[in-house]
């Protein structure tokens, strides 16, 4: 094959046929273009990443959909991340913005408060990669624990190899605390300290080779480019831009706040709980109080921002149950319809959920621990049974070997509140849609749920349908009889077109009669 000229895909695939024969089919001019859109499309995901266009309280919105209470921690953490890639849109274009000091944030909070959901949905947000892992994983060396390095490498890979997206993204460290040097260790602690030293290079800024010194496939394959090509390309990742979380529990934290401010500032804590009393010293955390917990100056320098994550209550868990989008009763809904049963949850049964998650002292973790511990035998009994639904209430909460048996024994026990359930959520879907207040009887409920099932149906849909046939009726009632609210029966639903006909009638002598 000559190479005075230059070869095109087409000359080259020719060329490898002649040679190989038919025996491999090669599409060089295919593998190229893919390669094309592979490029472009990194380059889509970085700009998207890039174009940050968000305010504080845009992203504060975003997070409240997730994340119940810790209302300051969400602002402060939300400025936070805006003032940073803020400044990364600006250095890129103009120079007077590359003196901008990192704001690198430390979260400090009890277990289970959501400092990880926290950081997982801003990054999920704006589109940059992430990377979590554990303080007490690495080693000052790397040979014995991991290489801190490692996580800037980790970056690229979340990235799909696109280390220009890798440099934009957030590192999150949790358990930092464990890397403080303990007050009553003898000795220095070195790993700690060492560990330390290291993650201050990777917050401040320094290159990180893309292949660790420990990686065998990685060296070998630099061995092989070196014999083949005479040199080898070292790759690195600018740390300038990535931002860092750190976080953890900080247990004994508090005795460190509370001596340097002295027993007669704290006078107004007198009569806290406390884990009132303990929120309160937190949110009084200062750089020195760090320092005196065991970082290092520079370390603790290095995180300027400083949100403190509030423990939870057992009203914050049954919020967290009924109103967060992330809530592990999704999980559980799932779990059951993977058997064709639908689980539903009363206000009573939640506050009941939430009393007991709370007991176990670990936020919302002890959600999962409770729910786990009392579906765990419905799960096992009910998917071979004829039951299709049940209620949780805070009776089955409190007797929950009692409820199951009532439940195998009668099977349909749940059907009556399932129903009404469901209209009442049909009822909300109207008044979205047409703007007339329904509610529904017990007799119009059958009617309607006889019909879906006759059709084979999903009930929402089905209703939504029916209704959707006198849509003009139902919003002309609506402007009519603005606030009514309208009772459907088991004769007058039958009726429905003569119904809405009777009542628009009604409405409007009654308001001209005003």
């Not at 209620?391 to 439940?407: G, P, Q, S």
């Not at 149906?457 to 209704?467: A, C, M, N, Q, R």
């Amino acid at each position: 094959m000559s190479d005075d000229k230059k070869q095109t895909p087409e000359d080259l695939e020719r060329f490898l046929q002649e040679k190989m024969g038919n025996t491999i089919k090669i599409d060089l001019k295919a593998h190229a273009q893919q390669e094309e859109e592979d490029v472009r499309a990194a380059e889509d995901k970085r700009n998207k990443a890039l174009d940050f266009k968000y305010k504080p309280r845009e992203i504060k919105e975003y997070l409240d959909r997730f994340v119940i209470r810790q209302e300051d921690a969400k602002k402060v953490l939300s400025t936070a991340i805006c003032d940073h890639y803020h400044h990364i849109q600006n250095c890129r274009t103009e120079e007077d913005w590359r003196d901008y000091k990192k704001q690198n944030i430390v979260l400090i909070g009890p277990t289970g408060v959501g400092k990880t959901y926290l950081i997982q949905n801003i990054a999920r947000l704006i589109g940059v990669p992430f990377v979590k892992a554990d303080a007490t994983k690495y080693s000052e060396t790397g040979y014995v624990g991991g290489d801190v390095e490692d996580l800037i490498r980790e970056l690229v890979t979340q990235a799909g190899g696109d280390i220009q997206l890798a440099e934009y993204g957030i590192v999150y460290i949790d358990e930092i605390d464990k890397i403080a040097s303990s007050a009553n260790t003898w000795g220095k602690d070195v790993s700690g300290h060492g560990v330390q030293r290291n993650l201050l290079k990777l917050m401040e800024e320094t290159e990180v080779p893309l292949k660790s010194a420990q990686d065998v496939i990685g060296q070998m394959q630099s061995l092989i480019q070196f014999q083949t090509k005479g040199k080898v390309d070292k790759k690195t990742i600018n740390t300038r831009n990535i931002l860092f979380i750190v976080s953890g529990a900080f247990n004994g934290l508090t005795e460190v706040i509370r001596k340097r401010i002295g027993s007669k500032q704290i006078g107004f804590m007198q009569e806290k709980t406390g884990s009132q009393e303990e929120d309160l010293l937190l949110d009084r955390v200062r750089s020195v109080d760090m320092i005196q917990y065991g970082f290092e100056a520079e370390f603790a320098g290095r995180l300027p921002v400083v949100v403190h994550c509030k423990h939870l209550s057992s009203e914050d868990l049954f919020n967290i149950m009924k109103y967060s989008e992330g809530s592990i009763l999704k999980q559980y809904k799932r779990d059951f319809l993977s058997y064709g049963i639908d689980i539903y949850f009363t206000d009573d049964g939640m506050k009941a959920l939430a009393e007991k998650a709370a007991g176990e002292k670990t936020g919302a973790r002890g959600l999962m621990t409770v729910c786990e511990r009392i579906f765990r035998d419905f799960k096992y009994f009910l998917p071979d049974s004829d039951v299709k639904a049940f209620v949780v209430t805070d009776k089955l909460i409190a007797d929950r070997e009692t409820t199951l048996n009532d439940l195998l024994t009668d099977p349909g026990r749940d059907a009556s509140w399932v129903l009404q359930w469901k209209f009442k959520k049909i009822s909300k879907i109207l008044k979205r849609e047409f703007g007339v207040d329904l509610k529904f009887e017990k007799s119009a409920a059958k009617y309607l749920s006889g019909l879906a099932a006759d059709r084979e149906e999903d009930l929402s849909d089905f209703s939504e349908g029916y209704f959707r046939k006198f849509e003009h009726a139902l919003i002309l009632l609506a402007s009519e009889g603005k606030g009514s609210e309208y009772v459907l029966d088991g004769e007058n639903i039958i009726s429905l077109g003569e119904t809405l006909e009777k009542w628009i009638k009604e409405s409007y002598k009654d308001k001209k009669d005003k």
